[in-house]
């Protein structure tokens, strides 16, 4: 079989194996090898590794080496000859403008290298500008003789610095060469016999297992990997969410507690207790434990005065604040009950210092469940603390924010919330509804929730929150929705949807 015909495995290695019955004991090298059968070294080296997965039929060593070879632009000059020459070749007697030899796709590396071995003269003052001429008769293209040398397998007969300047033409490279050194093996033979992969019923029964070669049981073969599960849409996002907080320099807020106060919940952000938000149709009330036990005490008398007589500045709600209503145990209804312990800690430092603190974590709402309410959700939330900060830089800092989300089309309304004087409600466009569309809320903390803290005067706190869901939607989902599930879907329903409420 001509080695042109024995283009698959088992032919291939049987040629190789022939080979080496051949060579004697000594061995082959795979390049030699190659050469020899008038093959790539690559088509050789696999023919190898097949031999070697079949046993103790050949030892293979591998070695390093390295050779010189041409690079493409060292072939095409042994092909055509060096830039030099076919600059001279191309300059007739009577010469040539060097405008037009610049012209030449050798022109400019050619005339150089021409100058240098004076094979050409340039004449400045020549009528019609600068012309060049001949400076010899003939010459002799060493450039394409020495890499012809190369690439005849002979470059050991250069000398080092031809060798270096060939390199730094860039018409030769030093390759690293990975070959291997072939020996029979204990179990060789010139012919490749197929190993067996399954011990089958069949072969049990006849017997014929004990004449057959299997191919041995490789214990460090990785299995297919089973089917398994994947992480959430809103768990990725969330995780990106929390990325953009961290490069904005904000540190994550403990908000492991479900169950909270209303005390923390509401009266803390300066809520009044008579505030509908506080009825049992809009917050679920723990059975066991129903009340809290552990408050700050003279933190409590000041929430408790600043509700019910006012104080720094401010006339209160002037009513009957209660204890008992402080005290009962909720699920909270959002994270800035976290963000309100987190600033009466903060305020109970010796020093104050500015913090940016951002938390990301479900809250419950008792709804009535129907295609635009659920009871849990995820919100997010971002705090600020610092002296002198305005609505300029909540503005500022909601721009930087959203951005870094990808939406970048923001407006800001005028709006009302019990503890954020001024607040404002945050809106994007949707390209896929052709609308504007909120995405958040936004204010700064009122003094008299701060004050009360102990945090110093001058000190201002802007927030935002949001719900994980429908930024999710406007970011991601909305205009995607389609291939999701395969069929034309109403995308203002499912902007309605449980999945993008907004009420955080």
Same mark, same amino acid.
């Given at each position: 079989?001509?080695?042109?015909?024995?283009?698959?495995?088992?032919?291939?290695?049987?040629?190789?194996?022939?080979?080496?019955?051949?060579?004697?004991?000594?061995?082959?090298?795979?390049?030699?090898?190659?050469?020899?059968?008038?093959?790539?070294?690559?088509?050789?080296?696999?023919?190898?590794?097949?031999?070697?997965?079949?046993?103790?039929?050949?030892?293979?060593?591998?070695?390093?080496?390295?050779?010189?070879?041409?690079?493409?632009?060292?072939?095409?000059?042994?092909?055509?000859?060096?830039?030099?020459?076919?600059?001279?070749?191309?300059?007739?007697?009577? %010469?040539?403008?060097?405008?037009?030899?610049?012209?030449?796709?050798? %022109?400019?590396?050619?005339?150089?290298?021409?100058?240098?071995?004076?094979?050409?003269?340039?004449?400045?003052?020549?009528? %019609?500008?600068?012309?060049?001429?001949?400076?010899?008769?003939?010459?002799?293209?060493?450039?394409?003789?020495?890499?012809?040398?190369?690439?005849?397998?002979?470059?050991?007969?250069?000398?080092?610095?031809?060798?270096?300047? !060939?390199?730094?033409?860039?018409?030769?490279?030093?390759?690293?060469?990975?070959?291997?050194?072939?020996?029979? %093996?204990?179990?060789?033979?010139?012919?490749?016999?197929?190993?067996?992969?399954?011990?089958?019923?069949?072969?049990?029964?006849?017997?014929?297992?004990?004449?057959?070669?299997?191919?041995?049981?490789?214990?460090?073969?990785?299995?297919?990997?089973?089917?398994?599960?994947?992480?959430?849409?809103?768990?990725?996002?969330?995780?990106?969410?929390?990325?953009?907080?961290?490069?904005?320099?904000?540190?994550?807020?403990?908000?492991?507690?479900?169950?909270?106060?209303?005390?923390?919940?509401?009266?803390? !952000?300066?809520?009044?207790?008579?505030?509908?938000?506080?009825?049992?149709?809009?917050?679920?009330?723990?059975?066991?434990?129903?009340?809290?036990?552990?408050?700050?005490?003279?933190?409590?008398?000041?929430?408790?005065?600043?509700?019910?007589?006012?104080?720094?500045?401010?006339?209160?709600?002037?009513?009957?604040?209660?204890?008992?209503?402080?005290?009962?145990?909720?699920?909270?209804?959002?994270?800035?009950?976290?963000?309100?312990?987190?600033?009466?800690?903060?305020?109970?430092?010796?020093?104050?210092?500015?913090?940016?603190?951002?938390?990301?974590?479900?809250?419950?709402?008792?709804?009535?469940?129907?295609?635009?309410?659920?009871?849990?959700?995820?919100?997010?939330?971002?705090?600020?603390?610092?002296?002198?900060?305005? !609505?300029?830089?909540?503005?500022?800092?909601?721009?930087?924010?959203?951005?870094?989300?990808?939406?970048?089309?923001?407006?800001?309304?005028?709006?009302?919330?019990?503890?954020?004087?001024?607040?404002?409600?945050?809106?994007?466009?949707?390209?896929?509804?052709?609308?504007?569309?909120?995405?958040?809320?936004?204010?700064?903390?009122?003094?008299?929730?701060?004050?009360?803290?102990?945090?110093?005067?001058?000190?201002?706190?802007?927030?935002?929150?949001?719900?994980?869901?429908?930024?999710?939607?406007?970011?991601?989902?909305?205009?995607?929705?389609?291939?999701?599930?395969?069929?034309?879907?109403?995308?203002?329903?499912?902007?309605?949807?449980?999945?993008?409420?907004?009420?955080?």
């Amino acid at each position: 079989m001509s080695p042109a015909m024995a283009t698959d495995g088992p032919a291939l290695a049987e040629l190789l194996l022939q080979r080496l019955e051949r060579a004697g004991g000594g061995g082959l090298g795979s390049l030699e090898a190659a050469a020899a059968l008038g093959l790539e070294h690559q088509q050789l080296v696999g023919a190898v590794k097949s031999l070697q997965a079949l046993g103790e039929v050949i030892e293979a060593e591998q070695r390093s080496s390295k050779r010189w070879e041409l690079t493409p632009e060292g072939k095409e000059i042994v092909q055509e000859g060096s830039h030099e020459a076919r600059v001279f070749d191309s300059i007739p007697a009577e %010469g040539l403008p060097q405008s037009e030899l610049m012209k030449l796709p050798s %022109g400019k590396v050619g005339f150089s290298k021409a100058m240098s071995n004076k094979w050409v003269r340039l004449d400045k003052n020549a009528d %019609g500008g600068p012309r060049v001429f001949r400076a010899v008769e003939s010459v002799q293209d060493l450039v394409r003789e020495k890499l012809q040398l190369v690439q005849r397998g002979d470059a050991e007969s250069l000398e080092e610095k031809d060798k270096n300047e !060939l390199k730094k033409r860039k018409l030769l490279m030093e390759v690293n060469i990975k070959t291997y050194w072939i020996r029979k %093996g204990s179990a060789f033979s010139t012919t490749v016999t197929k190993q067996e992969t399954d011990l089958t019923p069949e072969m049990l029964a006849s017997g014929s297992w004990r004449d057959l070669k299997f191919k041995a049981y490789n214990f460090e073969a990785l299995g297919i990997m089973p089917e398994s599960g994947h992480l959430h849409p809103l768990l990725k996002v969330r995780t990106q969410f929390r990325q953009i907080f961290l490069e904005m320099g904000f540190t994550e807020m403990p908000t492991n507690n479900f169950i909270e106060s209303s005390f923390w919940n509401f009266d803390a !952000l300066f809520q009044p207790q008579q505030h509908p938000a506080r009825d049992q149709h809009d917050t679920f009330f723990l059975q066991d434990p129903a009340e809290a036990t552990d408050f700050p005490t003279d933190y409590l008398k000041r929430v408790k005065k600043i509700h019910s007589q006012g104080g720094y500045g401010s006339q209160g709600y002037k009513y009957d604040w209660k204890l008992e209503e402080a005290r009962k145990n909720i699920l909270r209804t959002h994270t800035t009950a976290v963000s309100a312990r987190m600033l009466y800690r903060l305020a109970q430092q010796e020093k104050f210092t500015p913090a940016k603190y951002f938390s990301i974590d479900r809250v419950f709402r008792n709804e009535t469940l129907d295609a635009t309410h659920l009871a849990e959700f995820h919100q997010i939330e971002g705090v600020v603390a610092d002296y002198g900060l305005t !609505l300029g830089d909540l503005m500022g800092t909601l721009r930087e924010f959203f951005t870094k989300l990808g939406i970048s089309q923001l407006r800001f309304k005028p709006a009302y919330n019990p503890y954020t004087e001024p607040s404002m409600e945050v809106f994007s466009y949707h390209r896929g509804l052709q609308k504007w569309v909120e995405v958040g809320n936004s204010g700064i903390f009122r003094p008299e929730m701060l004050l009360p803290m102990g945090l110093p005067e001058g000190v201002s706190v802007i927030a935002w929150g949001l719900s994980l869901e429908r930024p999710t939607m406007i970011k991601y989902g909305i205009n995607n929705i389609r291939e999701l599930v395969g069929h034309k879907v109403n995308l203002q329903m499912v902007y309605d949807s449980p999945l993008c409420r907004l009420d955080a």
